[in-house]
């Protein structure tokens, strides 16, 4: 016996618009749940977030502040690399979340949005 599908509302064209609009931010890895590993006394932060929170989440919740030179440890799960300040964010960015930024017209993926930005000048100005 076979049961068909029947749907008890009605979408009217911005409906779909919108639909099509989520759908394009679920892929973009701006938004994106991502989750902390950084470890504070032994324990994992484990909290969700957007990628664009994170910054201000590594400074009130793990005090990852002071001058842009200071020598900081990474303290993800597993990893001890010494760096800047200022290196911190770009380096969690592109080995722990591995965030990519994606060109919408051939899909190649960079590690940095500025990297990305020249190549679309550079390989699809005339489009």
């Not at 609009?21 to 989750?35: E, G, H, K």
């Not at 909290?47 to 990474?74: I, T």
């Not at 190649?108 to 699809?124: D, G, I, L, V, Y």
Request: neutral net charge; glycine residues 4%.
């Amino acid at each position: 016996m076979s049961r068909e599908l029947t749907w008890s509302h009605n979408f009217t064209d911005a409906d779909a618009a919108r639909l099509c609009q989520l759908a394009s931010i679920a892929n973009d890895p701006r938004y994106r749940p991502y989750v902390c590993l950084w470890v504070t006394d032994g324990v994992v932060c484990n909290l969700h977030f957007q990628a664009s929170e994170f910054p201000d989440h590594l400074r009130s919740a793990h005090g990852v502040v002071g001058a842009d030179k200071a020598s900081l440890m990474c303290c993800w799960v597993n990893c001890f690399a010494e760096m800047p300040k200022d290196c911190l964010m770009r380096h969690i960015n592109e080995n722990h979340l591995e965030l990519r930024h994606i060109c919408p017209i051939c899909h190649e993926q960079f590690t940095r949005a500025n990297t990305m930005q020249n190549h679309m000048s550079r390989k699809h100005s005339g489009n």
